[in-house]
């Protein structure tokens, strides 16, 4: 089921400056019993990144009204988010007062092997790497094209997930996730100042570390250091945590860290 603007409809002016520019936020979101998972942390994020691009957001009322009448429709499902800036003139320079286009969507959820999660997953080194932009770091905005580069790499459905490096050879994120390593007496998530997505199970798994004396330090990652970790995990809000069993000709044993972030993630509910 689709809503665009509160009508059934999966059409969209050509004029959109989402799809003109990519000039929008989306947030993918995890519903089970027809209830949507950690959704004021979510609408939170979604405020933070309108707001990071001027882009008024819609209210949080109306928001988890139309994603309830979508999420009627599946039962468990995954309902995406999407606000663009809306239609305007032709050009780059945006409207002075947009009238945005709010876009939900609800579909299946992913059919992942629960081998994923419990002896983890092979993961791709991706030749694409991320450019550097500040101003862009950690939003979740439409200008996926870097991603969709890199995930048309391979095409091994046994590799659900690559790893992605900025220009100088760190450690980013996953096309899809955030990333973790186990290493030095706790966890190391990479910054994110100058690319890459700040997710919402990343903050959550930062948070939960903090909470019980775990360190967890944001720092650049080159990909040597994540080769020589004890652990790697990725996490999103869809398919949870998976343990990273090889990369780049380097294998890992499942490790004990994944499990317990798992946990940690579990006793914090919603």
């Not at 798994?205 to 040597?224: K, N, S, Y």
């Not at 809000?237 to 946990?263: Q, Y």
Request: glycine letters at 8%.
């Amino acid at each position: 089921m689709i809503l665009i603007n509160g009508a059934a409809t999966d059409s969209v002016p050509a004029t959109d400056r989402g799809l003109a520019y990519g000039d929008g936020v989306f947030r993918t979101i995890l519903v089970q019993g027809a209830r949507a998972r950690r959704w004021r942390h979510h609408y939170r994020k979604l405020a933070s990144d309108c707001s990071a691009l001027a882009i008024p957001c819609p209210a949080e009322t109306l928001l988890a009204e139309e994603l309830a009448a979508t999420a009627r429709e599946h039962g468990d499902c995954v309902v995406k988010i999407i606000i663009t800036r809306g239609s305007g003139r032709r050009g780059y320079a945006p409207p002075h007062s947009p009238a945005v286009t709010r876009i939900v969507i609800a579909g299946p959820r992913p059919d992942y092997p629960r081998d994923f999660e419990d002896s983890g997953v092979k993961m791709h080194l991706c030749a694409t790497r991320l450019a550097s932009q500040p101003r862009l770091a950690g939003i979740k905005h439409l200008n996926r094209l870097e991603n969709v580069l890199a995930r048309s790499e391979w095409h091994d459905d046994s590799v659900p997930e690559g790893l992605m490096l900025d220009q100088d050879g760190n450690a980013v994120s996953g096309t899809m996730t955030n990333l973790f390593v186990v290493d030095r007496g706790g966890l190391t998530t990479p910054d994110l100042s100058r690319c890459g997505v700040a997710g919402l199970t990343r903050e959550r798994v930062m948070d939960a570390a903090t909470t019980r004396g775990v360190a967890c330090r944001v720092e650049r990652i080159p990909l040597a250091r994540l080769l020589e970790a004890d652990e790697v995990f990725l996490v999103n809000s869809v398919i949870g945590v998976w343990p990273v069993k090889e990369c780049f000709g380097r294998t890992w044993e499942p490790g004990p860290s994944a499990a317990r972030v798992r946990k940690w993630l579990d006793e914090a509910g919603d």
